[in-house]
């Protein structure tokens, strides 16, 4: 039976979403498309215990009514939901008419028998209105068919927990699509696992989140107990959100993930902690939380107020950032330690909150301050900071009395809308935390006596100052040519880890100056140089032999894994070897190699788990499950056949063909739209007849109407030729032997891993030659060398002046 594939399921979620998209924007219809995948989800697992419940029955000799009589008994679901037969996938596809009202009472019948669910569905409507119309029956009828695509049962999935993470794509586009609201139930992945790697989360614990938003944190810190060797199922997760929806959605990804006993509960935390014990507010060993920037807050009916004993922050004037910080800190464990995402004004602003800033310190509860860089988040372009703190008294010996500053707003990959941490930033941040020292330019341990006399500032960059240094211009350099040995000495690092040597590109000049190598003549040869020099590719192939010696010794440990399905201790041993193994070429940093590494791992994880799962023949028959359904369902238009490593290893020869088809559909496409566009003044619709058009000449409306045929018959060639290649793609992956697919499973993650290598490789050297170059534009011309052009210009003038019998 063929697997359903993650990137299968996820382009069927993102396509669900697109039969709604337009109607409505991403922050309200994101609740259909959660509440349709959840009915499905929730009726398909109980179908399949009904179905065993049955068969057991009948093999006990039972008769068949009898066995029906148990499976509708609500008690024989401990372990799933009882779905009723109101909200029952059979009942619902076959709903014609009154949809929304029909969905409505699948999702109160499913929440009104299962007391867990309690408030989880009941504010997803159907019905609403949008603008002044509600969904029409036609919209919901596409949904549902939509949804009726695939079973979404366990034994369906290509890994065990693949609708989970399939949920959580489907909420990153939605904040994606959502934009600012999007910060309201997500906070980017990459910030989430750099503060849980700066928490680590042991089984045994109790781990909140206040403000849980889509419960991210809560699932990346039962993932890092996982691991790392824990038990993840010895850990219990709390949470709570203020808003209705948001809480729901939190509920529901639990429970896709398969964290039914997380805690997770509705209401204003700074107003009503719900989470209590013994009448007391419960203790956690881990909090962990993005909480809402600048909101206002009311002490009216307010609970627990002893938790705020540094001061109240104003009610009004946006400023209640420090009262999440109070509540946190309330409700540590004596071993206890946090985490939070804060804006920076919470660091320097005066009044009451920094009363409260004072007490926190001189309480000795602030560990570290880590500033990020700006539009990092979403709803927000601001640059924010972590805060980390512990329970008084919990800070290691060696820490008290300090704080660690690390000023991070450099560590960033710059996206099209939005920034983002990459691994080797993380990698950087938490060694820098873990190390708690001074690091020149990017972290320093400040004392509680230094703050006091800054009073009790907290401006990181006070602290640790990353401001690079101004660019140096050596006005000897720039009047009589050659590069100042101070300046390539700055530089030496940078060079002899790409193993350039200075004299390839650099001559002697005297004691303080080299001059560029004479032969050297433009610009342009200095990238030839370089990489045409000795050095350069010597230490490329040093790491490359690294690479390949270290691939060769751990890829049986990949090779196991179907046998030994021990996922994360093969990710400890690959990742901590992978370093080990490499960093000592000295090319790249620490923090990069291991960004290679955790980037890689991060991609290719899914497929790892559907190798311990389906082997390495299931792996390979998922990547040609994937291929065909993309091509089917994008119709071949936006999938990249000679990017797609299993298509170019396996059938190569056809991608000509299928590109040429594809290249022919799209060039009669435009010559039709040139025509019609130039016969009508401007551009004209697909649908207008040929008889609304009266501007078109007689040929004219013939050679379009010779267009629309070539098209139809090209885009019949084009899907004719798709049939094929599929043909083709299932004879070439049924000829494999079982040895083949695990060679070309291996050889497509050397690959990739490889190809991140060489992009960080590639990146180091382009600094290396860029950092000449500048050399280059500053002292190769001159201020003599522009004296002169100048006065043969003068003296050019002048003669012509001089002839023309002006002077």
Known sequence: MKKLTLPQLEHHLFAAADILRGKMDASEFKEYIFGMLFLKRCSDVFDEEYERIIKTNLAKGRTQKQAVKRAEDPARYAKSFFVPKAARWEKIKHAHRSIGDELNKALSALEHDNRSLEGVLGHIDFQRKVGKTKIPDRKLRDLINHFNKYRLR?????????IGAAYEYLIGQFADSAGKKGGEFYTPRDVVRLMVRILKPQEGMRIYDPCAGSGGMLIHSKLYVEEHGGNPFNLRLYGQDNNGGVWSMCKMNMILHGIADADIHNDDVLSSPLHIDGGELMRFDRVITNPPFSQNYSKDGMKFTERFRYGFCPETGKKGDLMFLQHMLAVLRTNGMMATVMPHGVLFRGGAEKEIRKGIIKDDLLEAVIGFPPNLFYGTGIPACVLVCRAKGAKPEERKDKILFINADAEFHAGRAQNYIRPEHIEKITSAFDAFEDIPGYAAVVSRD????????????????????????????????GVPKAEVKAKKELFAAHGLKISTILVERDEDY????PTLKERGQIKQRIEAGKGIPQRERKLKKAFDQWWEQHKQSLIDLPETKNLMEVRTDLLEAFISDITPVGLLYRFKVAGVIATWWNEKKFDLKTLIAQGFGGLVDGWVD???????????????????????????????????????????????????SGGNGDDASDDTTEEEKPNYSKELKARIKELKNEIKEAKKRGKELQRKFIKRLHEAREALSDGECRDLVLDILNEKLAGHLDSYVTAHRQGVIAAVENWWDKY??????????RKKIAEKLTSYTDELGYV
């Open 626 to 676: 994937t291929i065909e359904a993309a091509m089917e369902e994008t119709r071949g238009n936006h999938f990249d056949l000679a990017e797609d490593p299993l298509v170019t290893r396996l059938i190569p020869d056809y991608l000509d063909e299928l590109e040429q088809a594809r290249q022919d559909i799209l060039r009669l496409e435009q010559e039709k739209e040139a025509f019609e």
């Open 154 to 162: 366990n034994a369906d999935f290509e890994f065990p927990d693949l």
């Open 514 to 517: 080299y001059d560029f190598d």
């Open 780 to 789: 190769r011309v001159t201020l003599r060398d522009i004296e002169g052009k």
């Open 450 to 481: 230094d703050l006091k006399s800054n009073g009790w500032n907290l401006n990181i960059r006070r602290y640790a100052d990353n401001a690079p240094p101004p660019e140096p211009h050596d006005v000897r350099a720039h009047l009589l040519g």
